[in-house]
């Protein structure tokens, strides 16, 4: 499976998107117009180890619900993740079984190079 998880209203989505050798061998979701099931997030979190690596504490909801101050499950973080998008860390690019989530330049860095050696 060759996918990726992304916001097209996101720059730094699309910025990363137009660096990632062989785009055209993947199958792209926005994740504001297509939205994650259940399905797809347990998928992601069977792969990424956590639901908690799969979610965003950069998102402004997360201190706007005043999360940042609670004690959160890997429940909370799956249930908030499917409640709304912009507490997913993206982009997650799943390729070959493997799973790079979230747009630091390390994570970013070792897709690429991943995607050039294939």
Do not use: W
């Not at 998107?17 to 992601?44: G, H």
């Amino acid at each position: 499976m060759r996918k990726i998880y992304y916001l097209k209203t996101c720059s730094t989505c699309q910025r990363i998107l137009k660096s990632l050798p062989k785009l055209d061998t993947f199958e792209l979701q926005d994740i504001k117009t297509e939205p994650m099931t259940v399905k797809q997030v347990d998928e992601m979190q069977a792969m990424a180890g956590s639901y908690e690596v799969l979610f965003s504490k950069r998102a402004t909801l997360y201190k706007e619900m005043g999360l940042k101050d609670e004690k959160l499950t890997e429940a909370d973080f799956k249930r908030y993740i499917l409640e709304h998008y912009t507490f997913l860390s993206r982009p997650v690019i799943i390729a070959d079984g493997k799973i790079f989530v979230g747009n630091s330049a390390k994570v970013v860095d070792t897709a690429i190079q991943f995607l050039s050696n294939e």
